[in-house]
């Protein structure tokens, strides 16, 4: 039986939206190019969820056929991928579509990136390069079956019974990011891992390729852990997903500190995927290295690291406390409360993180100071003070510096 999805296309995307698609389908036509709604767009038609992004398959040469657009249409490459034959175009109301040359995959070795050939290929052979059956569906746009659904792995029936299914078992062991997609699909969609599926992910967590490159997975955990969702983290070390990129993980975390902690507005809500990145990380430098962090990443987990190097001591004086807080980014002190419960993070927090001395440099030098590396000391010194609780005003700060004016002019 042939499935249309005239009606989804209808109603779920925006004139914009599908304006855009027919002009491009109006180009495929005049040049007698199939070209194809495919993915992740045609999965989520069928599911009614919003549409983000819209990429169409082309049976031919994908960058050839935008630069056909742009000279047609007023429309603009943004981006193009010679290698892979993609191309990202503009169209004037401003939608953009990703193009992308049917291919073929070849995975020479294992984890690594495939290698793309067969540009221009039929569908079918693109199709099966994919990772799961709810994402090899393609939507005719070119001829007179607009609109019918391709589906050569009953991913139709799969997104009906919500079943993430591979294609072949070497899935994994070619691309073991497609471990955590599975989860990411899973907890979007409320899906479950079928049966084969989810022992071929034991299997390749039991022997894990350590030579494989992190990247592509520090990628897919940033979007499923940017889900918001509850126990994102303990799937992870349920599932041992977490043997990806990490030996040696945070086992379980309070999760009430981290909604507590929010409270304090020291983590943007588009780093939270990372707290859970340092939550696997923290015990394992030896992954820390090979994800390509960048200069951020490190400093926040080696800011981690030295707060838990001093957990153990007695954090009772404000000045301790003050000291050990106050130069460290506010999303190092948020994960050190996460993982531990410090009561001393709180204190500062609420009380300490404030304090600031209020005399300039300038009011010492109108009070007769000769400005010299002394001032840093008299700040220090009145900081001091703060922090047990005096000199709240800053006429009792300029009394307290009056005595030691005495003694510079001595
Ligand atoms: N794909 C794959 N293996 C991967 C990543 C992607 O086979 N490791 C395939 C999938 O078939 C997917 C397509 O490439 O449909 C495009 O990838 P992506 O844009 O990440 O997937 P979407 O399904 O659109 O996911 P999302 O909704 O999260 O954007």
Redesign the pocket.
Known sequence: MSIFLNNEFDCMLTDEMKNAIYQAISQSEKAKINIYLI??IV?DLILKNQIK?I?IAVEGDAVCFAEKLVQHLNCEIISAQENLRTAKVKFPSGIEIDFASTREEQYLDSGMLPVACNFGCELEKDVK???FTI?TLALILTGDEKFKLIDYFDGYGDISNKQIKILHDKSFID?P??II?ALKFKKRFDFEIEQNTSSLIDEYLNNINKNMPLE?IKNELR?YFSIKKQNIYGEVIKTRAYKLISDNPVQDFNYSRLLEITDYELIDEKDIWFIFICLLLVNDNYHKEKLNMTAFEIKVLDEVNELLSEKNIKLNDNERIYKLYINKIDLSVAIFYILTGEKSVIKFLTALKQIKVLITGKDLINLGFIPSKYFSELFDKILKEKLKGKLTKKEDEIKFVQKFLKKQSR
């Open positions: 993915g992740g999965r992004d990429d390069r994919r990772d994402n691309d990011s497609r997609r592509r979007q």
